[in-house]
């Protein structure tokens, strides 16, 4: 679950900060003063004068250009009225614009969640377009992600399983409410793909989809995680694919955490991973499906295995690159038919860790692995190293 998440400041906020017309005159014309003499104690500098000739008497012109200098102050001082006046019209006028914009916002929330509560899968579907495009157009960033959070909200709803064929108007209908479950995820993976300079990016946006069925091809290949967090705990992933491919992970979170993978694929392919982010595959229950981290560059970012069980799927390392950053299998079970696969990686030092890892009839490769062996992998292997892991030369010669 997300918990504790900060809210993002609105123009609400900022109009709460704007000052009072005397306090933002007095600094407005104090500012004025003081610019004002500062330019002319530079020109006296500039200009190198040494003292200021002094009369007793007033001459006309002498006279005539006090006038002006007079009549010019008080002109000044009109226009700085003016201009903070003008100021906070126009900020009045952002904020009446801003609240507007927001009540126009609730309505078509409203109405779009009535629309999601219908027993009618096609105006579900109204209902989820209309809640897309409420949070491309929102006027602030807290209510598009209210809108996201409603989303996500209904895909961890309970459903009922499918009945089949038996029951066949059940079956039907079943079909169409997974199709509006479908179209929620093919939507939010869609606005997280384009990129976040765009008007209708997602990106930054938090994603809480824990405990969800993902039982459809997701695609998030080339997306940007920078902030926010994205959680998939205790999802269910079953049948399709999750690709992240050449997707870069920098900051924030992507929790796997307590999921169960059966006959699913998530990939990771030629990914990075940097900046502090974390990909975590903690307690998952890996069986029948494939996490594919091929050539992947892991760089400053952790991908926590950390007490996940494995077994029937597979976990791929292949041709990664893992410099500075962490990748832990601390603590997790490789069982019978359970495979994880580092071929041709290349591993920096103290980056991989197999400590407290029990190995029980799994298949581990290591081979053509460049750099050193992982800290507590020839510990969890046994000796002798059994056959079906399989390791560099240069980690099993004795010096």
């Given at each position: ?290 996490p594919y981290f091929g050539g992947a560059t892991i760089s400053d970012g952790v991908v926590f295995f950390g007490d996940a069980s494995i077994s029937g799927g ?86």
């Amino acid at each position: 679950m997300i918990a504790n998440r900060r809210p993002r400041p609105t123009s609400d906020d900022r109009e709460l900060r704007l000052w009072k017309v005397g306090r933002a005159l007095t600094v407005t014309f104090a500012a004025a003063v003081l610019v004002a003499g500062g330019v002319f104690y530079g020109l006296v500098y500039l200009l190198d004068f040494q003292e200021i000739d002094t009369t007793k008497k007033l001459d006309a012109k002498t006279l005539f250009d006090l006038v002006k200098l007079s009549f010019g102050v008080v002109a000044g001082a009109g226009a700085l009225v003016a201009l903070v006046v003008a100021y906070r019209r126009q900020r009045v006028d952002e904020a009446g614009a801003h609240r507007e914009a927001t009540r126009l916002h609730t309505e078509r929330f409203s109405q779009a969640v009535d629309k999601l509560g219908s027993d009618s899968p096609a105006v579900r579907l109204g209902g989820v377009h209309a809640l897309a495009g409420l949070a491309d157009d929102a006027p602030d960033a807290n209510l598009r992600q209210t809108c996201i959070d409603v989303l996500c909200a209904y895909l961890r709803l309970p459903h009922t399983p499918d009945p089949g064929t038996a029951e066949l108007e059940n079956h039907h209908l079943y079909l169409a409410l997974r199709e509006v479950r479908h179209t929620i995820l093919r939507l939010i993976s869609d606005h997280y793909r384009r990129p976040e300079e765009t008007r209708h990016s997602w990106q930054g946006c938090d994603l809480d989809l824990t405990g969800v069925t993902i039982d459809c091809n997701v695609d998030f290949s080339d997306a940007r995680f920078t902030r926010g967090t994205v959680t998939f705990e205790g999802a269910t992933f079953s049948g399709g694919t999750v690709s992240f491919s050449r997707a870069t992970f920098s900051g924030g979170l992507v929790d796997f955490g307590f999921a169960t993978f059966s006959g699913h694929t998530v990939l990771f392919a030629y990914a990075t991973i940097s900046e502090g982010c974390s990909v975590s595959f903690g307690n998952a229950i890996i069986s029948g499906s494939s996490p594919y981290f091929g050539g992947a560059t892991i760089s400053d970012g952790v991908v926590f295995f950390g007490d996940a069980s494995i077994s029937g799927g597979t976990v791929f390392f292949g041709d990664t690159t893992i410099s500075g950053g962490t990748v832990t299998f601390d603590h997790a079970t490789i069982s019978s038919n359970g495979r994880v696969y580092f071929m041709r990686a290349a591993i920096s030092s103290d980056t991989v860790s197999f400590n407290g890892t029990t190995i029980s009839g799994g298949t581990l490769n290591f081979s053509d692995t460049t750099g050193p062996a992982p800290a507590g992998l020839l510990t969890a292997g046994g000796s002798p190293v059994p056959g079906t892991v399989i390791l560099p030369q240069t980690w099993t010669q004795v010096p």
